[in-house]
Nanobody, 117 residues
Framework: QVQLVESGGGFVRPGGSLRLSCAAS????????MRWYRQAPGKQRELVAT??????????NYADSVKGRFTISRDNAKNTVYLQMNSLKPEDTAVYYCNAMSAREFWGQGTQVTVSS
């Protein structure tokens, strides 16, 4: 059974930081491209960050809105992908979802991030 379990969400003041984690089980993790998406109330789900599989060199890409503030990384030994979020803004408030993509696609259940003063 494949599971992606996110953690690390919460409430933070503007300018603060959070680190999200997504632990994968039931897949050969290193083969998968990992992504973080987010969905704010009333908005479409948007792609935040991507990290390629280990076999593809682990390159990263970011949405323009988070470049320079967010960092995606992966630990293949722990089957875990991270999203370090710094200089958080109220517009970063959303449910953040972990996604694993290879021949098949899997989603986590989401973790809420709220940025507010």
């Amino acid at each position: 059974q494949v599971q992606l379990v996110e953690s690390g969400g919460g409430f933070v003041r503007p300018g603060g930081s959070l680190r999200l984690s997504c632990a994968a089980s039931g897949i050969i993790y290193s083969f998968y491209t990992m992504r973080w998406y987010r969905q704010a109330p009333g908005k479409q789900r948007e792609l935040v960050a991507t990290i390629a599989s280990g076999a593809s060199g682990g390159s990263t890409n970011y949405a323009d809105s988070v470049k320079g503030r967010f960092t995606i990384s992966r630990d293949n030994a722990k089957n875990t992908v991270y999203l370090q979020m710094n200089s958080l803004k109220p517009e970063d408030t959303a449910v953040y979802y972990c996604n694993a993509m290879s021949a098949r696609e899997f989603w986590g259940q989401g973790t809420q991030v709220t940025v507010s003063s």
